[in-house]
Antibody
Framework: QLQLQESGPGLVKPSETLSLTCSVS??????????GGWIRQPPGKGLEWIGS???????YNNPSLKSRVTISMDTSRTQLSLKLTSVTAADTAVYYC??????????????????WGQGTLVTVSS | EIVLTQSPGTLSLSPGDRATLSCRAS??????LAWYQQNPGQAPRLLIS???SRATGIPDRFSGSGSGTDFTLTISRLEPEDFAVYYC??????????FGGGTKVEIK
């Protein structure tokens, strides 16, 4: 059974870089069928897509986060990584990784969030 | 960016009641709409894809309908575990993927 587990610091200082890892077991995100994605949810609020990456390395990010986001996949394709630079209090949220099914390009992004990790809370505070 | 508007914000119902949740898109997304359920302290769970296809293991009391800009999630008879927050998500456009603001189904 596919399992995704997020890990990383629970507290990050303003202006620093948030770094999270998602470990994938019991299944794959490294096939033509799947993408790996990150989503976040501020406390008491809704869901926001951060970005997604294909096993080939192609990635697509939410323009609202501009160039602050980097999503990568390790060479074994069992770990996803998220880096978010220059964080502020507005970046405080539960961060989820997910396996996505579908297809994405710059003109059409047809991706579902099929399986989710349990999420990890990251607080931005000095 | 496609904006999804969910209504109502909160639905107060009793176990056994029928729940009808709405999601309206600011532009045509064809049938590229999904529904997720989120229980407190848990990650969301995919319920419905392509507007009306139940995900694996989802009970048949959950059904989705609609296309274009107007979509509905119906829970035919609410079970205790169905009291949760429900989100719609569109995937019928260029990035970004977007979610609605959620509908909370609470016990009356």
């Amino acid at each position: 059974q596919l399992q995704l587990q997020e890990s990383g610091p629970g507290l990050v200082k303003p202006s620093e870089t948030l770094s999270l890892t998602c470990s994938v077991s019991g299944g794959s995100i490294s096939s033509p069928t799947y993408y790996g994605g990150w989503i976040r949810q501020p406390p008491g609020k809704g869901l926001e897509w951060i970005g997604s990456i294909y096993y080939s390395g192609s990635s697509y990010n939410n323009p609202s986060l501009k160039s602050r986001v980097t999503i990568s996949m390790d060479t074994s394709r069992t770990q996803l990584s998220l880096k978010l630079t220059s964080v502020t209090a507005a970046d405080t949220a539960v961060y989820y990784c997910a396996r996505q099914r579908g297809y994405c390009s710059n003109t059409s992004c047809q991706l579902l969030f099929e399986s989710w990790g349990q999420g990890t809370l990251v607080t931005v505070s000095s | 960016e496609i904006v999804l508007t969910q209504s109502p914000g909160t639905l107060s119902l009793s176990p056994g009641d029928r729940a009808t949740l709405s999601c309206r898109a600011s532009q045509n997304v064809n049938n590229y709409l999904a529904w997720y359920q989120q229980n407190p302290g848990q990650a969301p769970r995919l319920l419905i894809s392509d507007a009306s296809s139940r995900a694996t293991g989802i009970p048949d009391r959950f059904s989705g309908s609609g296309s274009g800009t107007d979509f509905t999630l119906t829970i035919s008879r609410l079970e205790p575990e169905d009291f949760a927050v429900y989100y719609c998500q569109q995937y019928g456009s260029p990035p970004p993927l977007t979610f609605g603001g959620g509908t909370k189904v609470e016990i009356k």
